[in-house]
């Protein structure tokens, strides 16, 4: 069973930067994908970011196209969510969870980290 822990996360004024960890127990075969979520209360849970673990491959959610970069270290079995120009309504828990198939569906995803709060607010 993989374990997912994320890192990164805290309070940060509007306009602000926070740089999200995930990282694996476990290496990843070159198929595997690794993506961001996120939930917020009362919502569900929304993707936002994805990365193929071989190609280096990435796709994002239009909510956060050009805000948000995902990116990958494949030898520290890590991934990151670099989150710029923060605004109040990107709070919520953040997620790391991946796909040993190559997929980005929420309901895709094998593995799932315990999540990471990130408060933006002033």
């Known amino acids: 069973q993989v374990q997912l822990v994320e890192s990164g996360g805290g309070l940060v004024p509007p306009g602000g930067s926070l740089r999200l960890s995930c990282v694996a127990s476990e290496r990843f075969f070159s198929s595997a994908t690794l993506a961001w979520f996120r939930q917020s209360a009362g919502n569900g849970r929304e993707f936002l970011a994805g990365?193929?673990?071989?190609?280096?491959?990435?796709v994002y959610a239009d909510s956060v196209k050009g805000r948000f970069t995902i990116s990958r270290d494949r030898a520290d079995r890590s991934v990151y969510l670099q989150m710029n120009n923060l605004k109040p309504e990107d709070s919520a828990v953040y997620y790391c969870?991946?796909?040993?198939?190559?997929?980005?569906?929420?309901?895709?995803?094998?593995?799932w980290g315990r999540g990471t709060l990130v408060t933006v607010s002033s």
């Open positions: 969870a991946a796909d040993r198939n190559g997929d980005f569906g929420l309901s895709d995803m094998d593995y």
């Open positions: 990365i193929r673990w071989g190609y280096g491959t990435t």
